[in-house]
């Protein structure tokens, strides 16, 4: 197994302040944005988004955070993946445009899964896409509105994301497994 680092923490911190930036211009009226992270760490670099948009414009988002576990097309096979718990979005989404945010956009399953979720709360006026990495490979035809860094990756390829809060460090690894 060979691990490559890929980003440290003072990349991450960049990238977390330059998605901010694009989230800010692009969106003109903050006050009906929500910023809903993805469990396990989207949901950290989604807040950490929300705190450094309120750092350069002085506007609190709405925020919150889903766990997708029962909605994903693998629940089944995929019960040891981490801590299931609850979603938290106390909003009325139909008001709302949401950007979620996720750790790796890889397949589009975690996204398409996040998306149903967001849906059972009801209709948003519309749903972006923020991503610290973006590793290529989709199943699904989805594509991030904003993302941190494309990490063009091999299926025998994992990228390995650490956040604080989460996992006590920030760091983004490639591990490549030999076969």
């Not at 709405?62 to 981490?82: A, C, K």
């Not at 923020?130 to 990756?153: C, E, W």
């Amino acid at each position: 197994m060979k691990k490559n680092l890929l980003l440290d923490a003072n990349k991450i911190e960049n990238i977390i302040k330059r998605l901010s930036c694009e989230i800010i211009e692009k969106n003109n009226n903050l006050k009906n944005i929500c910023v809903v992270g993805i469990k396990s760490r989207g949901d950290i670099i989604a807040n950490r988004v929300v705190e450094k948009v309120f750092e350069i414009k002085g506007e609190k988002i709405d925020f919150g955070y889903i766990d997708v576990t029962f909605y994903r097309d693998d629940f089944l096979s995929n019960l040891g993946s981490h801590k299931i718990g609850p979603s938290k979005v106390n909003i009325d989404v139909t008001k709302y445009h949401i950007i979620l945010v996720d750790d790796v956009l890889y397949t589009g399953r975690t996204i398409k899964a996040a998306m149903d979720e967001i849906f059972s709360y009801g209709r948003p006026l519309s749903i972006q896409l923020a991503v610290l990495i973006d590793r290529g490979n989709r199943q699904l035809p989805i594509k991030a509105n904003y993302i941190g860094k494309n990490i063009p990756s091999s299926n025998n390829e994992q990228v390995h994301v650490y956040v604080e809060g989460f996992d006590k460090k920030d760091e983004v690894f490639l591990v490549e497994h030999k076969e």
